[in-house]
Nanobody, 134 residues
Framework: QVHVVESGGDLVQAGETLRLSCAAS????????IGWFRQAPGKEREAVSC????????YSSNSVKGRFAIPKDKTKNRIFLQMNRLKPEDARRYYC???????????????????????????WGRGTQVTVSS
């Protein structure tokens, strides 16, 4: 059974840095897409950044590219989200999720499908809150 647990959320000031951690246990295959997603109350969930456990390639959405990234020094069972130059609009609940990578799918497509709950089998954590004061 797969379990996903996020940690690291905190209250920070605008411009500061935060590093979120995602621990995923029970992943037995070589090729998963694991990613970070965020959601504000009453808003749609947004894909932030994803990584392929097989290739190590990463994807980041345009809204965070250049500020947020998944560091390359990851293991299959733990990934991080490095968040730099945080803005008040980054204040959301951040979720980590994992899914079996579909054959032929690009990482961006997998990330977007995972965030939109369009995959048959996926695993989600309960989230960690990030608050950014201006």
């Amino acid at each position: 059974q797969v379990h996903v647990v996020e940690s690291g959320g905190d209250l920070v000031q605008a411009g500061e840095t935060l590093r979120l951690s995602c621990a995923a246990s029970g992943l037995t295959k070589e090729d998963y897409t694991i990613g970070w997603f965020r959601q504000a109350p009453g808003k749609e969930r947004e894909a932030v950044s994803c990584i392929s456990t097989k290739s190590g390639t990463t994807y980041s959405s345009n809204s965070v590219k250049g500020r947020f990234a998944i560091p390359k020094d990851k293991t299959k069972n733990r990934i991080f989200l490095q968040m730099n130059r945080l803005k008040p609009e980054d204040a959301r609940r951040y979720y980590c999720a994992a899914a079996d990578t579909l054959d032929g799918a690009t990482l961006e497509a997998m990330c977007l499908m995972l965030g939109a709950n369009l995959l048959a089998r996926h695993y989600w954590g309960r989230g960690t809150q990030v608050t950014v004061s201006s």
